[in-house]
């Protein structure tokens, strides 16, 4: 027998349609129903999730809970939040993110953080960011370290777009160069790099059926496709990377959870990088391969 149906209020206040909303995206197998609920109300109503808290016997307007209600059966239907309201927070920025660009994730902080560690010693820095996507890293880098700069490339010219708007809203694009191409092709001859960052494709191809809808159906797949094995961007840039490298210079992988073995491999091949540890994100699951050029 399928679940029953929330109970209708008869009153629809902030705090009745948030309960009801939750128990429906509950019942609808959503991962996270009470933040999105929080979330995409928010959103419809051009405020702040905590504001929802304060003002939970306001009753919003006919036009406002339609407009919650489209919302909320695109988000059953698969649509990621983040893609639903046009933005998502990382590393205490808010990035625009579109259906152009992988959704920013937690993890990744990982990885921004320990580069602004290595940075922070280093004066005017140049850093490489490829596959920036929406810019979360490189712009995130850029607004922390104030004397750095950031080379941003992607083969997506959508992509580059979102990543553009994204540094001129946080104030870093004067420190910024944007390029259109694959991985190291568009870098001008001789360029090198006190760090390289990037957060590549890793989905095998036997991968995709088993993951969640929202990313499988909605995330860019070029963006996720890492080839038969998840590691064809890891062997192209282990391979090529050498020359981009300042002497002591850093790499830094994301990596899948299974993957650090591999990856470490790949980078042993080649005898002008040192491997480093590699860092666990916040759930503890290896996330961040490191290396140094000799």
Known sequence: MADAAPQIPTVWTIK????????????????????????LLA????????????????????????????????????????????YRDFYLLTFEVSPAVLVPRPETETLVADALAFLKSRTAPAVLDLGTGSGCIGISIAHQKKDSHVTAVDISPD????AKRNAAKHGVADRMTFLQGDLFAPLPSGSTFDLIASNPPYIAANEFAALASDV????????????ADGLIFYRRIAAAVG????????LLLEIGA??????????????????????????KLTRVVTAKKK
Do not use: M
Request: charged share 30%; aromatic share 6%; with cysteine.
């Open 243 to 250: 020359p981009f490298l300042k002497p002591g210079g850093k």
């Open 159 to 162: 992509a580059l777009a979102v």
């Open 43 to 86: 959103h419809v109503l051009n405020c702040k999730k905590v504001d929802l808290l304060v003002n939970f016997d306001q009753q919003p307007s006919e036009a406002d809970r339609t407009r919650f209600k489209e919302l909320i059966h695109r988000r059953v239907a698969g649509w990621p939040v983040a893609y639903l309201v046009g």
């Open 16 to 39: 009745a349609l948030l309960l009801w909303t939750t128990d429906f995206l509950a019942k609808k197998g959503i991962e996270n129903p009470k933040t999105d609920a929080q979330i």
């Open 258 to 283: 299974t993957q650090d073995a591999d990856v470490r491999a790949l980078l042993a091949e080649h005898a002008e990088l040192e491997v480093g540890p590699t860092l666990k994100d916040d759930a």
């Open 216 to 227: 499988r159906d909605h995330e860019p797949r070029v963006a996720l496709d890492g080839g």
